[in-house]
């Protein structure tokens, strides 16, 4: 049973347009929630993260929004470069009770020239 | 510091044989996780050390799978015997405090045949 969902596989977004990549939860215990970006042949790398004390967290491009009534967070890239073309993984960590770091699928993001 | 350190970066090796993937933590990282990567399933959460004590293994798919973490600097995941659907890329990741972001491994790709 997935706890982190990434419904979408991939998505295309024109240069210089905003990129919305999306993420839903289950577990209502999660309090601590991070994005990861995955290149080719690499190890996934930390993006942003947000505490669910908080319902936006912005750090230059990237903004991610938290609505925890909806369970729902989403990673904003604007404007999106050539080099954000890689995997977006969202995962969530209940770290009032754990140190467990749980990842959904992934969202393959091109962007286009 | 050199990031987490895994090895080997490839494995191929055939069904029924052993296989030994291992890892080297940050040094002063209290955490380490060891997670497989698929198209299925994404990254999934195979099993956690916290202070070298296994804390949660219920990711580990059957008792074909073992993990040790002898030491703060040094863990390895055993497949035996491997099957070809334990092809996949695994990933070593570690965090120095509950609340921190996971640093990840390049990965080793294994593929059993």
């Known amino acids: 049973d997935q706890q982190v969902k990434q419904n979408s596989p991939s998505l295309s977004v024109q240069e210089g347009r905003i990129s919305i990549l999306n993420c839903d939860y289950t577990?209502?215990?999660?309090?601590?929630f991070l994005w990861y970006k995955k290149y080719p042949a690499e190890g996934p790398t930390f993006l942003i993260s947000?505490?669910?004390?908080?319902d936006k967290n912005e750090d230059g491009r990237f903004t991610v929004f938290l609505n925890k009534s909806a369970k729902h967070l989403s990673l904003h890239i604007v404007p999106s470069q050539p080099g954000d073309s890689a995997v977006y993984f969202c995962?969530?960590?209940?770290?009032?009770?754990?140190?467990?770091?749980?990842f959904g699928k992934g969202t393959r993001l091109h962007i286009l020239p | 510091d050199a990031g987490v350190i895994q090895s080997p970066r490839h494995e191929v090796t055939e069904m029924g044989q052993e296989v030994t993937l291992r890892c080297k933590p940050i040094?002063?990282?209290?955490?380490l996780f060891w997670y497989r990567q698929t198209m299925m399933r994404g990254l999934e959460l195979l099993i956690y050390?916290?202070?070298?004590?296994?804390?949660?293994d219920s990711g580990m798919p059957e008792d074909r799978f073992s993990a040790k973490m002898p030491n703060a600097s040094f863990s390895t995941l055993k497949i035996q015997p491997s099957e070809p659907r334990d092809s996949a890329v695994y990933f070593c990741?570690?965090?120095?405090?509950?609340?921190?972001?996971?640093?990840f491994g390049q990965g080793t790709r294994l593929t059993v045949v």
């Open positions: 947000i505490s669910s004390i908080k």
């Open positions: 040094s002063g990282h209290n955490s």
């Open positions: 050390f916290n202070n070298n004590v296994p804390i949660d």
């Open positions: 577990n209502s215990m999660f309090d601590y």
């Open positions: 990741a570690s965090t120095k405090d509950r609340g921190s972001e996971a640093f």
């Open positions: 995962a969530a960590s209940a770290w009032n009770r754990d140190d467990k770091i749980i």
